[in-house]
């Protein structure tokens, strides 16, 4: 398994910007496929992104209905780090995003990770 570390979430006004990274470690990072979820008070944890293992390359990127066009992930392989850029953040945004790792089941499905980060609070005022 590959161990993850959340950081970068706070409490914003809607509209405003923030960006989440996930600190990664293990030898073999690349080759991983690195998600987000969130999980609101009272609901089920939600997919909101994912990108591939470049390979050399950008890497695919998927997206949640809910925050394409608003959100943007990335990742760097030389360090070991995945990121979430959140614009024009809404207040239904609010939840813990985790970062995600080790899949080996459906992509947007959170059963389907083996690996898992602590979190990291996003609250997003009106």
């Known amino acids: 398994q590959v161990q993850l570390v959340e950081s970068g979430g706070g409490l914003v006004q809607a509209g405003d910007s923030l960006r989440l990274s996930c600190a990664a470690s293990?030898?073999?990072?690349?080759?991983?496929?690195m998600a987000w979820f969130r999980q609101a008070p009272g609901k089920e944890r939600e997919f909101v992104a994912a990108i591939s293992w470049s390979g050399g390359g950008a890497g695919n990127t998927y997206y949640a209905d809910s925050v394409k066009g608003r959100f943007a992930i990335s990742r760097d392989n030389a360090k070991n780090g995945v990121y979430l850029q959140m614009n024009s953040l809404k207040p239904e945004d609010t939840a813990v995003y985790y970062c995600a790792a080790d899949l080996t089941g459906a992509l947007r499905v959170s059963l389907g990770y083996k690996s898992w980060g602590q979190g990291t609070q996003v609250t997003v005022s009106s």
């Open positions: 293990g030898r073999t990072f690349s080759t991983y496929l």
